[in-house]
Every structure is written in C-alpha cells, then in structure tokens.
C-alpha cells in the first residue's frame, strides 16, 4: 500500500519560498509518477505540477511555470515542490499523490499540507 506524507507548508510572506515534502513509501516507485495538487479554500483541487519518477520528466500547471520546481531524490524516495516568488492567491492546501505510470487517475493522496502566503 502507497503510503505518502507531506510536510514543510507553512506561512510565507508574499515573494518568499517554501520547500514541501513529499516521503513515499510502500511500493517501488520506478514505474509512478508523483503529482503535487493544491486546493484552496471554496475552491476545487487544481493539479501543480509532477514527475515521472523514473527519467525525471516534469510537467507545470502554466501558472506556476518559472517559479515551482518539482523534483525527486531516489536514495530518500521523496518528492520535493520548490516553490519560489509566492503569491497570496498561492495559499491552499497542497497535496502530493501517486499513480502509475500510464494510469490516468491518481489513486493515492497524502493528508496535505497548509501553505499561506500574506501580502
């Protein structure tokens, strides 16, 4: 069973950065990809960005391009959002979740974590 823990949200000024967390455990990750996802309050979830685990290809939602990078650490079985220049409308709660590769829908999701950035 995917076991998936976030952490490292936190409150942020506007323009600041925040690293989150991503540690996995339960399977051998080589065939997933890893996603970060966001909701903010009143809001559905909006995906961020995520990573084929193995070969390392990426992929944003446009409104994070130039500032979020996701990436992994294979030794740890972590994923990490690096996420630079926050804006306020960035505060949400941020989820990290797996699926397998070719699998169109992502089965397992961590608890999220809080994210808030003031102005």
């Known amino acids: 069973q995917v076991h998936l823990v976030e952490s490292g949200g936190g409150l942020v000024q506007a323009g600041g950065s925040l690293r989150l967390s991503c540690a996995a455990s339960?399977?051998?990750?080589?065939?997933?990809?890893m996603g970060w996802f966001r909701q903010a309050p009143g809001k559905e979830r909006e995906f961020v960005a995520r990573i084929i685990w193995s070969g390392g290809s990426t992929y944003y939602a446009d409104f994070v391009k130039g500032r979020f990078t996701i990436s992994r650490d294979n030794a740890k079985n972590t994923v990490y959002l690096q996420m630079n220049s926050l804006k306020p409308e960035d505060t949400a709660v941020y989820y990290c979740?797996?699926?397998?590769?070719?699998?169109?829908?992502?089965?397992?999701w961590g608890q999220g974590t809080q994210v808030t950035v003031s102005s």
């Open positions: 339960g399977r051998t990750f080589s065939n997933y990809v």
């Open positions: 979740a797996a699926r397998l590769y070719g699998s169109t829908s992502y089965a397992d």
